[in-house]
């Protein structure tokens, strides 16, 4: 009898252990894979989309290395303020009171205490009627059934659940999904003769950059100098900074002062984000092939060497009164929740992105260009000197390069359906992610992947089948940048006719290098010269002979006429404008009484180009930037 009951009680058991890892399954339209900072913003643009979408993070905040890695130094993009980082920055802005209470230390614009960022993300999060995050959830199992992805997930109390979806987004911080989704991927440096970068190294490696634990300090107003940490040699990080200890820098150049040093990353209220990378908590280890206990084991090395640092700053240096927040992160150690990784596996695309496309991108085989989704102004920026042979790596500290496009096909596998990939494994040389995984741009890489997830789920298209134009047009709605231009800021009228005439090659903006912030601008202002046009022929072949022998300058009423011509040699329309006209379409993007006569500026002739002809959603492109 008792042999029965228990028999019995085995099989109600099995039966309810099927049903919560079986038939306990969720249907989304999109799952993404974490909550960092291209995740966060991922689940926002497709719930604000309309499709149902469900982030899983494995933490217990959003914003991945903006907060819970605590690299709360916003690094560039200060003037391209666009999307949803341009809306994040906005929330600090009001919470802080002003821009210039962001403005707390010398290395970024934008400094905030990492637990507030958390509190903002979450608050954007909930306001999204059509997104669900899940929060202390590790995923164990990936599977495609059909056009469908199967995710198994268990939460911080052991229940396991399974999650459908139809698109899913590899948002972590190693690209570990894209993995176990069976994408392939590069770790570390190419050689040059892959990527074609004449300052990439001669042969392949798997050398990744530095990781770091951060640590964020606070001032206690008495000694709170921790026990001296095991393994401490204070020579590790004797120049950090100028100081007594410093007698052979690594880089000579670079020896700033103590106060530098501290004050590099000082956050509002008086706290002290140390992410110093001058022999400072910078820490060299591969973890990306690594189990998650390899991962663990190793990463309680890194904490240790932050730990010595921080002992480093008290004991050596004097900081006696500062030690680690205690209101910052929900940790027992105070330390982040997780790391600052700077790279990650690094997918091969349906395009591979390099520094050629930012140095020259107007002279590339792929028109990239036409193709962008996300903005950077940051130069390359490689942290190595962590590892042991670093000298013998090229010098990657700040090569400068102008501002950039990132092109939306670098978020596509090549081989795998229904999937899109975010943070910092989409498709980059290694050089190139030196600029691509700053946090501005991941912010607006995640948007482009929640916008590129949704529009496949509402179309009902491979992901490798949306329109390139389709998602441009959805990030531009949402004021987002598809070429870095200057000449006027988001949200002004004239910002979307810039950014798609430039997206067609009609006209081509110049960039340049300017110390840490780089720039590129469409020169909206200068007087056209007719040779500056020549890019349209591509698309509407014959429009550079109708200027006739014409050349130079010309006036607004002969470019009115030109443009008339044009229509109707592409679209055999009539599309000949009226002073009135065009003085209602001057008075609509903010410019005074049109004069016919006077010289037409590059920004008028954009402007035309858009309203008339309206090449940018006439004349589709491929994800190579091809016209079709």
Not at 138 to 145: A, C, G
Not at 162 to 180: F, R
Request: charged share 20%; with cysteine; hydrophobic share 40%.
């Amino acid at each position: 009898m008792k042999s029965l009951f228990g028999k019995a009680l085995l099989f109600l058991f099995l039966l309810g252990a099927v049903s919560c890892t079986q038939n306990d399954t969720h249907h989304v339209d999109v799952l993404i894979m974490g909550g960092g900072a291209s995740g966060i913003t991922a689940g926002i643009q497709s719930a604000r989309m309309g499709v149902n979408t469900l982030i899983v993070e494995e933490t217990p905040w959003l914003g991945g290395m903006l907060t819970a890695a605590g690299v709360s130094a916003v690094d560039g993009n200060y003037k391209l303020p666009g999307g949803l980082w341009g809306e994040f920055k906005e929330r600090l802005t009001r919470h802080y009171g002003s821009s210039e209470a962001l403005m707390t230390g010398w290395v970024s614009n934008v400094l905030f205490e990492p637990s507030v960022g958390n509190r903002i993300f979450h608050e954007m999060a909930e306001a999204e009627k059509n997104l669900t995050v899940w929060k202390e959830n590790t995923w164990h199992q990936i599977e495609k059934k059909g056009n469908q992805w199967i995710v198994t997930v268990e939460d911080k109390n052991g229940v396991v659940r399974q999650v459908q979806a139809t698109v899913l987004i590899d948002a972590t911080e190693l690209g570990d999904v894209a993995k176990a989704c069976g994408a392939t991927y590069d770790v570390g440096m190419e050689s040059r003769y892959d990527t074609g970068e004449d300052i990439a190294p001669e042969k392949a490696n798997t050398i990744v950059q530095d990781i770091t634990y951060v640590a964020i300090l606070k001032d206690y107003g008495k000694d709170v100098t921790i026990p001296c940490p095991e393994g401490y040699r204070a020579e590790e990080f004797a120049c950090a900074c100028a100081n007594p200890w410093c007698i052979a820098p690594r880089e000579p150049d670079r020896v700033w002062s103590q106060h530098e040093m501290i004050t590099y990353g000082k956050l509002p209220h008086d706290k002290y984000m140390i992410n110093w990378p001058i022999e400072g908590n910078d820490y060299y280890v591969n973890l990306v092939e690594m189990s998650r206990e390899e991962r663990a084991e190793a990463l309680e090395k890194a904490k240790q060497h932050t730990l010595c640092f921080l002992y480093f700053i008290q004991n050596e240096l004097g900081y006696h009164t500062l030690g680690l927040a205690d209101d910052e992160y929900p940790t027992a150690d105070l330390l982040p929740l997780i790391p600052y990784h700077r790279e990650s596996r690094r997918i091969h695309g349906v395009v591979r992105f390099t520094l050629n496309h930012v140095s020259d991108p107007y002279n590339q085989p792929g028109k990239l260009y036409r193709t962008g989704i996300a903005v950077g102004d940051y130069p390359v920026d490689h942290h190595h000197t962590r590892y042991q042979g670093y000298e013998d790596l090229p010098d990657l500290y700040f090569h400068p390069v102008p501002s950039y496009s990132l092109p939306l096909g670098a978020l596509i596998p090549q081989d795998v359906d229904g999937l899109v990939v975010a943070e910092k494994s989409v498709s980059v040389s290694n050089i190139i992610n030196g600029c691509t995984r700053l946090q501005p741009v991941v912010l607006q890489i995640g948007q482009a992947a929640g916008t590129l997830a949704a529009l496949a789920v509402k179309q009902e298209k491979e992901v490798r089948n949306v329109a390139v134009r389709d998602v441009q047009n959805v990030i531009l709605d949402a004021g987002g940048y598809l070429l870095p231009y200057l000449d006027v800021e988001v949200g002004t009228p004239l910002f979307k006719p810039y950014q798609r005439i430039g997206s067609t090659g009609i006209l081509k903006g110049v960039g340049k290098n300017v110390d840490w912030e780089n720039e590129t601008w469409l020169r909206a202002h200068d007087p056209l010269v007719i040779s500056e046009l020549e890019g349209i022929d591509e698309m509407y072949p014959g429009a550079m002979a109708l200027w006739g022998k014409k050349e130079g300058n010309v006036t607004l009423k002969e470019a009115l006429e030109w443009v008339g011509k044009v229509a109707m040699l592409a679209y055999g329309e009539d599309k000949t404008i009226s002073s009135e006209e065009v003085r209602q379409l001057w008075q609509q993007h903010g410019w005074s009484q049109p004069d016919l006569n006077k010289k037409v500026t590059r920004g008028e002739i954009a402007l035309l180009l858009d309203q008339v002809m309206d090449p940018f959603n006439r004349i589709s492109v491929d994800i190579q930037g091809n016209i079709h």
